[in-house]
């Protein structure tokens, strides 16, 4: 059983910067890709960024040339670092964990860290 706790959330002025962890807990070698996805209020969640088991990296366009995903291994954790902040950054982040069971995949989500970006 995973389970994913996000931190590095808060407040910051636009212009700032944040980076977010996301530490797995339970089975750590089971992860074929980690992301990154975000919610406003009153808005659909949001893809952000993702990373695979090769390191290859994707990003949606809001956020290309400003924010860069990676993760350690060792620690089992991905980390969000987000430069350049702008308001409409401002919301709740989650980390999304993609396991494989053979040909089965496993999603796993965590409870969010809050982003609040002020102009």
């Known amino acids: 059983q995973v389970q994913l706790a996000e931190s590095g959330g808060g407040s910051v002025q636009a212009g700032g910067s944040l980076r977010l962890s996301c530490a797995a807990s339970?089975?750590?070698?089971?992860?074929?890709?980690m992301s990154w996805y975000r919610r406003a209020p009153g808005k659909e969640r949001e893809f952000v960024s993702t990373?695979?088991?090769?390191?290859?990296?994707s990003y949606a366009d809001s956020v290309k040339g400003r924010f860069t995903i990676s993760r350690d291994n060792a620690k089992n954790t991905v980390y969000l670092q987000m430069n350049s902040l702008k308001p409409e950054d401002t919301a709740m982040y989650y980390c999304q964990r993609v396991c494989a069971d053979g040909d089965v995949l496993y999603t796993y989500w965590g409870q969010g860290t809050q982003v609040t970006v002020s102009s």
């Open positions: 990373i695979d088991s090769a390191g290859s990296t």
């Open positions: 339970g089975y750590i070698s089971c992860s074929v890709r």
